[in-house]
Structure formats: C-alpha cells, structure tokens
C-alpha cells in the first residue's frame, strides 16, 4: 500500500459534489473571463479617446506582447529573474526556518531575534536593492541577498507564530520515543508547520518579485526588470504593459499553480469535511 | 521467553512544585514522595483528579524535572501510551510507528506485526485522521510496545473512550504485557482497570500527594474483568479513594 491509498471520510454527500464538476468550473471562470474583456475593451476605449503614444491599444500591446514570447527574449530573460528570486528565496527560507523555529522554542532566542524581525520587516524593499546594488555591483549575489533580505523577515515571523501553534504534545511523543533531531524536522515540525509555511513562501515570494525588478532596474543588465527599464528609456509604452503583463501572470501561475499544488499534497491527510 | 525485566523505578524524596504562570500561585504537587517500582512489576497509581499521578508519571518519564529528591530509573527504552494517542497525523499509521521503531533501533519491518496485534492490519496505509478514537488509541498501544520497551507507562490510556471500547483495549493490554516481561506504571482513575491490570495498586490521596493506601494483587494472569475477587478489590480501592 502506498501512503496515497487514503480511505475516504465517510462524508454522506459526497456523489452530489462530483457529479456538475465540469460545468460548475466553466461557471466558475466566466466572471473572470467577463472583467477580463471589460478590462481590455475598456482600456481600448480610452486609448481610442486619448490618441497619445502614451496609452497604446489593446493591438500594440498584444503585438509587443506576442513579439517578446516568439523571438525568446521572454524566456531567457523570465529564466534569468526567477533564478535570481528563487535563489534568493530558498537562503531567505533556510534561515527563516531555522531561526523561526528558535524563536518559538527560546525565549533568548526571541528576545534576540525579535528586533532583527522587526526592523526587517519596516525597512522598505527599494532600500534593500539600492544597497545591495552598491555594494555588490552586478555580482549574482546583488539580487539574491536583497529578495532573501526583504522576504526573510516576514517568513521568520509567520514561521516563529507556527512554532507557538505546534502542539506540545507531540513533542513529548518525540521525547520519549528518542527521535533523532533529523527525525523531528523533517516528521514533525515541517509538517506541522506547513500551513505557516505556505502562507511565509506566499508573503515572502511576493516581497521578493518587487524587489527583484528593482534590483534590476538599478543594478543589472539582463533580466524582467533590466528589460522593464529598456523599454522605459525608449518611452516604448507597449514594452513596458506587455512585460510587466507577462510577468505578472508568470508569477500568478507559480503562486497559484504550483504552491497550491504543494499545498494541497502537503494537507492531503487532513479529513475532507462536508460542512 | 524472553530475559527477565530489569528496570527498576525508583523515586526517593521527589519534590515537584508548579507556579501558575499567569497568578504565581504555587502548587505542591509533590513532596518528599518515595516510590519504587521493581522488576517486572505493573504498578497501578490510582486517585482523584489533580492529584499529581500524571506529574508522577512523567518524572518517571523525564518529561518533568523534579525540584527534589532523586528518581532513578536507568535509561530504559520507554513504550508510552497518553490519554491522548499523540499521532502524527501527516503520517500513515505504519510510519507512526516505524518511525519509533527506527529511533529505537529496531527492524521497522517489526511495524506490521505490531499493527496486527492490535488488530489494525487494514488500516496500516491509512491516515490516523480517518479511524476512529479507539483505532487511533489501539496504534498509539502498538506503538509502544512495538518498540520491545523495558518500561512501559500508560497514563490514562483509555479514559477518553467509551466503556466497550475501553474494556476491549484493556484485555489486549493484558494480553500485550504476559508476551513479554517487563517494568510499568499505570496511571488511572478507574479502580476496576487498575485492579484488573496491575500487579500492585497504590491510591494517591492530599496535596502534595502521598500514598494513601497499596494493594497487591495476587490473581493470576490472564485475568477476567468478570472476576468477583477484582471487584472485591475494586470496592477496597474505591473505598480509600
């Protein structure tokens, strides 16, 4: 048997949910679909009203939009930047579990951290990528360091809240049964900070898609936001809503498609509820 | 069969008090408490509510530190059983217990056999969340005595179940500790579980607690909860409570 062979819960109406699925999700995106179009028409409205090079059309848009995925340039240049956030995000989220997990288990480790969290947590991203960018130039390590120190902080503190929500009991459990340390990460306190986990990667990687365009935008030549910025010195409007268009559904599809995914496979074992 | 048992738990002069951390109020809880369990001995702590059988337990268990007196127990391997079964839920019901296998030691293939001792084998792939108290309370027991413990402690083990299902869990706790020999302490406030299953039964009475009154229990095992001497020693036991 595997560990997906789950008895289902013995929920009673379970067949009345299955049955409209494929409707129901249709249903369920035509709202979307709707503004979407509302959306589109309605900035072709005032584009057709203004007649400025400075609102282009829907069709301008489109076409520089299609031009930048068709010659590759989206790709190379998306590759390159969520390379850097992920980089950046996975230093941000080995400390932050690390030193989130201290501060739920130690009061001196609260104590110490607290402020480091707390400061963090003000000081604005745009300062981190100008700092960053000054000391580290173009170096890789210029927009790693900044998105893992605008995003450790707000990972740290939803990561020490998660700690305090474990159940002691289970610690105990792992007391008495002499789990290894390994034994009790990875079993025990992951898992049971997964939810906490999830909700820091989601906070954390939209701080770290900010800042990351700025980084590049100040401090270096490839890139999303080295490209944002091209498209701005040559006052090429389209440019400018066809990448930052792009890269906000890229963004929207790892954020929704692939953490919800995780999620979903991580709470796999929780108990369906019909009510 | 197997060696003979040969932790010995023995608590000389164990002191423990709790300050309430909101009011700092003090609760004695224990004071100069001396107790010792021999080899091969279940002994059944009986007594009201708050009377200090589950801080005793987990002294033993080292999961409180006594503010006095010496507890020497060796470093037995432990089998715990809580009111609670304190199952990782993320996990099937066989990891939870290879898991404890693997810390202990042993071959975690030992998990199955466990499973079906206690009746489990079709819920061995399955998570904890979808079986029923007393399921989830029958892997926390196979758990524990999985990992071929030297000393086992059950604290309230069935005190959050129904009747019937305690009483079968009972008759295969009995059944689990004639396999083999080995050291326990029962922590419970029903008489007739404690008369049933322990070899002696001390009732634990006042704040800080002390014994109030010991019995032994000499039927032989197996026993039946049927059996009129254990009632009679249930009635003694109820009567010191």
Same mark, same amino acid.
């Given at each position: 048997m595997t560990a997906t062979d789950v008895r289902p819960a013995p929920a009673a109406p379970a067949p009345a949910s299955t049955a409209p699925r494929p409707r129901r999700r249709l249903r369920g995106g035509l709202p979307a679909l709707a503004f979407l179009v509302l959306l589109c028409a309605a900035w072709q409205v005032m584009s057709a009203l203004l007649d400025s090079v400075l609102v282009p059309g829907v069709p301008r848009i489109a076409a520089e939009l299609v031009e930048i995925v068709v010659d590759g340039s989206f790709a190379e240049q998306l590759g390159i930047t969520v390379l850097r956030v992920g980089l950046g995000f996975a230093l941000a989220f080995v400390v932050a579990v690390a030193v989130g997990i201290a501060m739920g288990r130690s009061e001196l480790a609260r104590r110490f951290f607290e402020p480091a969290v707390l400061l963090g947590l003000t000081i604005p991203g745009l300062v981190w990528a100008l700092l960053c960018v000054i000391w580290f130039g173009i170096e890789l390590i210029n927009p790693v360091a900044a998105v893992a120190l605008s995003s450790a902080p707000a990972l740290m503190l939803t990561i020490y809240q998660g700690t305090r929500s474990v159940d002691p009991d289970l610690l105990e459990m792992a007391h008495v049964y002499h789990f290894s340390r390994a034994t009790r990460l990875r079993r025990l306190w992951l898992p049971a900070l997964a939810p906490s986990l999830f909700a820091g990667a989601r906070l954390g990687l939209s701080l770290g898609w900010k800042v990351i365009v700025l980084v590049e935008v100040f401090g270096m030549s490839s890139g999303v936001g080295y490209q944002l910025n091209n498209a701005f010195a040559a006052q090429n409007v389209a440019a400018v809503l066809a990448w930052t268009l792009l890269f906000a559904i890229v963004m929207a599809v790892l954020e929704y498609g692939v953490l919800q995914g995780l999620e979903r496979r991580a709470g796999r074992w929780r108990k369906a509820v019909s009510v | 069969m197997s060696a003979p048992a040969a932790t010995r738990v023995l608590l000389d002069g164990v002191g423990k008090t709790f300050v309430? #951390?909101? =009011?700092?109020a003090r609760q004695?809880?224990? #004071?100069d408490f001396s107790l010792a369990v021999e080899p091969g001995e279940l002994v059944a702590v009986v007594g009201a509510s708050g009377t200090g059988k589950t801080t005793l337990l987990h002294i033993v268990a080292g999961l409180v530190q006594p503010d006095a007196g010496t507890v020497d127990v060796g470093s037995p391997r432990l089998g715990v059983v809580f009111q609670q079964p304190r199952l990782l839920d993320w996990l099937p019901v066989r990891q939870n217990v290879t898991l404890a296998l693997e810390a202990a030691g042993l071959d975690p293939a030992a998990a199955d056999d466990a499973l079906a001792a206690v009746g489990l084998t079709d819920y061995a792939g399955s998570y904890p969340t979808v079986l029923s108290g007393g399921q989830r309370q029958r892997v926390a027991v196979a758990r524990a005595f999985a990992v071929e413990p030297d000393l086992v402690l059950l604290d309230e083990p069935f005190s959050a179940l129904d009747e019937l299902t305690a009483r079968k869990l009972r008759l295969l706790l009995q059944e689990l500790w004639m396999q083999r020999q080995r050291t326990g302490m029962l922590v419970t406030h029903n008489p007739l579980e404690a008369a049933l299953l322990a070899d002696r039964v001390i009732v634990l009475a006042g704040r800080p607690a002390r014994i109030a009154a010991s019995y032994r229990v000499e039927a032989?095992? &197996?026993? =039946? &909860?049927?059996d009129p001497n254990l009632f009679d020693l249930h009635s003694r036991i109820v009567a010191a409570l």
């Open positions: - | 309430d #951390a909101r =009011s700092g004695r809880v224990l #004071a032989e095992r &197996p026993r =039946s &909860p049927e």
